[in-house]
């Protein structure tokens, strides 16, 4: 009996961290909000963290020196905040194109998001879920809204 006890809870903590919190577009206004009000001009990385924490996760720029890290709760407080200098060129999207690429995620089935990160290759990923539970991953090019590439986990 115990070994089967054991078992379920090792199950359980193996699988927690494999569900990822989905956010609302909603959601990731109020934090793209919190986070220029921060200072942040250039967003690297959105993240809704796993399920049962009202943890996001939020980098990017601030005063084109600075790289920091933010763990906010969903109503735009701070937990925790991480900076550090950081050398070469600021890079990542405004305010304003982060929502631009929500927004097409959004046209292409998103109705739920996990990330949305940026890559110093000039890539974006968005990953959340369509309106039937599904996982759905897109990737753009800094500069177009059109899809590169669109992946769905149909789990049918």
Same mark, same amino acid.
């Given at each position: /009996?115990?070994?089967?006890?054991?078992?379920?809870?090792?199950g359980? /903590?193996i *699988?927690?961290?494999?569900?990822?919190? /989905?956010?609302?577009?909603?959601?990731a206004e109020r934090?793209?909000k919190?986070? *220029?009000?921060?200072?942040?001009t250039q967003?690297?990385?959105?993240?809704?963290?796993?399920?049962?924490? #009202?943890?996001? &996760?939020?980098?990017?720029? @601030?005063?084109?020196?600075?790289?920091?890290?933010? #763990? /906010?709760?969903?109503?735009?407080?701070?937990?925790r905040?991480?900076?550090r200098?950081h050398?070469?060129?600021p *890079?990542g999207?405004t305010? &304003?194109? @982060?929502?631009?690429?929500?927004?097409?995620?959004?046209a292409?089935g998103?109705d739920?998001?996990?990330?949305?990160? @940026?890559? *110093?290759?000039g890539?974006?990923e @968005?990953?959340?879920?369509?309106p039937?539970?599904?996982?759905l991953?897109?990737?753009?090019?800094?500069?177009?809204l059109?899809?590169?590439?669109?992946?769905?986990d149909?789990q049918?």
């Amino acid at each position: /009996m115990k070994t089967i006890i054991a078992l379920a809870l090792a199950g359980g /903590m193996i *699988s927690a961290p494999a569900a990822m919190a /989905m956010g609302s577009f909603d959601d990731a206004e109020r934090i793209l909000k919190a986070g *220029s009000d921060y200072g942040i001009t250039q967003f690297r990385s959105l993240e809704f963290e796993y399920e049962g924490y #009202d943890d996001i &996760e939020l980098e990017g720029w @601030v005063d084109n020196d600075w790289y920091v890290e933010l #763990d /906010m709760n969903d109503d735009g407080s701070i937990e925790r905040e991480q900076r550090r200098k950081h050398g070469g060129e600021p *890079s990542g999207l405004t305010a &304003e194109e @982060v929502r631009n690429y929500l927004k097409a995620a959004q046209a292409e089935g998103m109705d739920r998001l996990e990330e949305l990160k @940026v890559s *110093s290759r000039g890539y974006i990923e @968005v990953e959340g879920n369509d309106p039937s539970g599904q996982e759905l991953e897109i990737d753009f090019r800094v500069g177009d809204l059109t899809p590169v590439r669109i992946e769905r986990d149909d789990q049918n």
